[in-house]
């Protein structure tokens, strides 16, 4: 390996995610006379914008999807190799590209993110939302959809269901109440009624600058592979690009084949057993099917409540996977059970210089009380911030303390087309059954806890 490397960077960052970009802007701004190496699969970059910090603990950010070279205008010391990375080799400290290339490196930051948690992988009926190329493709076979199956319970199967329109959804949640991830079964029944009003007009355009690949050639091959970023790139194959935001619906047009504005079923404490294509469902007289049993459907789910429905394309939201995989092959890291690299307070995995932040990492430092880990945008900021600032003090061999935002968990979002603002431990996780809860609740308009 070592003969064959290229060129040597002070500093490498993997990924062109939220994560990854944050590091780079930390560090070329830091040590502009160093060079720094962003690698990024997808020729675009989330850059954060329109960064306001609403209190000591609180902020607000957009999200734009930018080419690379804006990067690279503003930093004159960085250069973003677009391609994937194969491989990591700790004990020479280089990696290796998709494409074959070797670079060296001092210090590493690994941001490559995560990918769906996907139901099945080789179904083409299965769709996983990550990206905005994959939320295209779900933008296209919505339209002629008449019904859907949305398995999940996080923040975009919330999204998904609020804003699908023109299209039955058939909702399934492990949970007794939806949202388990973000509030209370008392929440979920203050949003729940947002789903069987008719929705309101969309509040003006979204201002936010998009980029966006251009148009493939109608008859282009493409596919959407949940592990492509680990295999790098293959022919006819789009790279995934960096997660998507909470405002990724805005601008792209969720209708479905129907007239129909909002109708949504939930099916509550129940999982996928089985996904039948229409000939094995047929083949399988067993079935009963509780919905719509007239006409035949693409695919049909069997849930654990015993129900099957037939639909168009079934939305697997159930989580992600941290993209881990390129970096393991002859390295010593420490994988948590979440399947994230294990980092310490200083943001360092297990093997030397060797530093990861954002979705691919998992927090194993003694964690503050009213803190906890959510693979989210505003942690994924702050993680690559702090990354970075670490990474400068081991090269001045500076000391660093742990910085404040490990203090207080805070994410202000939307759902619904509520303005939800977390705080802590939000939903009393820890407390056990012994505590009372304030809450002032006024129906449609606040729900306080």
């Known amino acids: 390996m070592e003969g064959k490397k290229e060129k040597t960077f002070k500093f490498v960052i993997v990924g062109g995610g939220i994560a990854g970009v944050t590091c780079v802007e930390q560090l070329s701004s830091q040590f502009p006379s160093e060079d720094v190496a962003l690698f990024t699969a997808g020729p675009l970059i989330k850059a954060v914008t329109n960064y306001k910090q609403v209190s000591r603990t609180m902020e607000e950010f957009d999200v734009e999807e930018k080419p690379s070279s804006v990067l ?20 020479s400290h280089c990696v290796e590209t998709a494409d074959g290339r070797v670079f060296g490196y001092k210090k590493l930051c690994i941001c490559s993110g995560a990918r769906p948690k996907l139901l099945t992988q080789e179904n083409p009926n299965v769709l996983g939302i990550r990206d905005t190329d994959s939320a295209q493709v779900f933008q296209k076979r919505l339209s002629k959809a008449r019904r859907i199956v949305i398995v999940g319970n996080g923040g975009i199967a919330l999204e998904l269901v609020y804003e699908v329109k023109g299209c039955e959804v058939i909702w399934a949640v492990k949970d007794k109440a939806i949202g388990n991830t973000f509030f209370d079964a008392g929440a979920a029944q ?21 980029y966006t690949m251009e148009e493939p050639a109608p008859d282009a091959v493409q596919t959407f592979t949940a592990d492509e970023y680990s295999r790098g790139q293959k022919p006819g194959a789009v790279e995934p690009g960096s997660a998507l935001g909470p405002d990724w619906h805005r ?16 099916e509550y404490q129940c999982e996928v057993k089985q996904i039948f294509t229409l000939e094995e469902f047929l083949l399988s ?23 099957t429905f037939g639909c168009d394309f079934v939305v697997s939201a159930t989580g992600v996977i941290p993209n881990t995989e390129p970096f393991l092959h002859g390295n010593n890291f420490l994988l948590a059970d979440d399947g994230g690299f294990q980092v310490d307070d200083h943001m360092r995995t297990l093997e030397p210089d060797v530093y990861a932040a954002g979705d691919v990492c998992t927090a194993c430092w003694e964690r503050s009380p009213l803190w906890q880990q ?48 977390l705080l802590g431990k939000f939903n009393a996780q820890g407390l056990g059954s012994d505590h009372e809860l ?8 606040e729900y306080v806890k």
Request: hydrophobic residues 40%.
């Open 72 to 91: 690279e205008e503003k930093f004159p010391n960085l250069t973003v190799i677009h391609s994937a990375v194969k491989s990591l080799h700790t004990h």
């Open 190 to 210: 203050f949003l729940i009624t947002s789903l069987e009003a008719d929705k309101a007009e969309a509040a003006g355009p979204c201002k936010r600058l998009r």
């Open 438 to 445: 304030l809450v002032r609740c006024t129906k449609g308009q």
């Open 285 to 307: 007289s067993k079935q009963t099917l509780k919905a719509d049993t007239a006409g035949s459907w693409p695919v049909y789910v069997q849930l654990t409540n015993g129900n």
């Open 374 to 421: 959510m693979r989210l945008w505003t942690q994924a900021r702050q993680m690559g911030w702090y990354a970075g600032r670490c990474m400068a003090a081991d090269v001045l061999s500076e000391s660093i303390e742990l910085d404040f935002c490990f203090e207080l968990f805070s994410q202000v979002t939307k759902f619904f087309n509520y303005k939800v603002v």
């Open 251 to 266: 601008g792209i047009e969720l209708q479905g084949a129907e007239q129909v504005s909002h109708r949504v079923s939930v």
